[in-house]
T-cell receptor
């Protein structure tokens, strides 16, 4: 069974704090993704990574950065948290084979509240 | 840029009624995926459609991919309370490598 874990289910941070959200997958997947989920907006891609140390901006990268030092771990960083970053954050991973699209396996999510 | 629109946003049905959610893309898709997210849970993959006009069934669920590969639908026959949740479509643009999610349709089933 593919397992994607996220470091916290719930997190409360103050405005201006630096926030790290960690994601680990155990299936040796090349691709990893960070989304945020807000009511009525669905899943919006923040960043994705197709290999170690490789990253690509998604649709809403502003205010976020990522790190992928090891294949199994993909971190999302909020350099200076703001209240508009209060959201549910979902990590996902998938295989990557040239030309193909594979199902994404999601972690349980981290509900971040910035006060 | 590529957009994937999904309607309706919400649907309330009586148990036993049918349900359909529709997904439309502004561009031609190379494939489309469907996911289900139970309340309080995370999205779980249901199926992927690749061919023009493709139809796939999973028990009471029927998935279709349009001939032009720009739209898709998920139809549930005789809904049950276990069908509650949010259904997302996700499409990959032809020639692209990003998968874009629709906003989802939240299904409520009244027993």
């Amino acid at each position: 069974d593919v397992k994607v874990t996220q470091s916290s289910r719930y997190l409360v941070k103050r405005t201006g704090e630096k926030v790290f959200l960690e994601c680990v997958q155990d299936m040796d997947h090349e691709n990893m993704f960070w989304y945020r989920q807000d009511p009525g907006l669905g899943l919006r891609l923040i960043y994705f990574s197709y290999d170690v140390k490789m990253k690509e901006k998604g649709d809403i990268p502003e205010g976020y950065s990522v790190s992928r030092e090891k294949k199994e771990r993909f971190s999302l960083i909020l350099e200076s948290a703001s209240t508009n970053q209060t959201s549910m954050y979902l990590c996902a991973s998938s295989l990557s084979v040239a030309g193909g699209t594979y199902e994404q396996y999601f972690g349980p999510g981290t509900r971040l509240t910035v006060t | 840029g590529q957009q994937v629109m999904q309607i309706p946003q919400y649907q309330h049905v009586q148990e036993g009624e049918d349900f359909t959610t529709y997904c439309n893309s502004s561009t031609t898709l190379s494939n489309i995926q469907w996911y289900k997210q139970r309340p309080g849970g995370h999205p779980v993959f249901l199926i992927q459609l690749v061919k023009s006009g493709e139809v796939k069934k999973q028990k009471r669920l029927t998935f279709q991919f349009g001939e032009a590969k720009k739209n898709s639908s998920l139809h549930i026959t005789a809904t049950q309370t276990t069908d509650v949740g949010t259904y997302f479509c996700a499409g990959r643009n032809t020639g692209g490598f990003k998968t874009i999610f629709g906003a989802g349709t939240r299904l409520f089933v009244k027993a």
